[in-house]
């Protein structure tokens, strides 16, 4: 069994900043691409950025240069840092990660619960 677990959301007016925390716990043998996906309401779930195992990362063009992703493979985390935030960043954010859980596994794609992010005045 493999959880993620994210934290960090909230209501933030816009210019201002929040971090999202996801933290990976359970079965895990190797953890491979984490990312960020955020939906709006009325909208289809959108990567917004993810990182490989290798620390190269990547981000959709929205959010270039104002979001950064990064991870601690030690602690099983994975970490998105909101900067310059505007209203329609307003979605909420999941987690995503790809986990083999024992040598010799395949690999699977687990999501966490979902964290919600408005960006209002």
């Known amino acids: 069994q493999v959880q993620l677990v994210e934290s960090g959301g909230g209501l933030v007016q816009p210019g201002g900043s929040l971090r999202l925390s996801c933290v990976a716990s359970?079965?895990?043998?190797?953890?491979?691409?984490m990312a960020w996906y955020r939906q709006a309401p009325g909208n289809q779930r959108e990567l917004v950025a993810s990182i490989t195992s290798g620390a190269s990362t990547n981000y959709v063009h929205p959010v270039k240069g104002r979001f950064t992703i990064s991870r601690d493979a030690g602690k099983n985390t994975v970490t998105l840092q909101m900067n310059s935030l505007k209203p329609e960043d307003t979605a909420v954010y999941y987690c995503?990660?790809?986990?083999?859980?024992?040598?010799?596994?395949?690999?699977?794609?687990?999501w966490g619960q979902g964290t919600q992010v408005t960006v209002s005045s």
């Open positions: 995503n990660a790809n986990i083999q859980s024992k040598l010799g596994s395949g690999m699977r794609g687990y």
């Open positions: 359970g079965n895990i043998f190797k953890i491979y691409t």
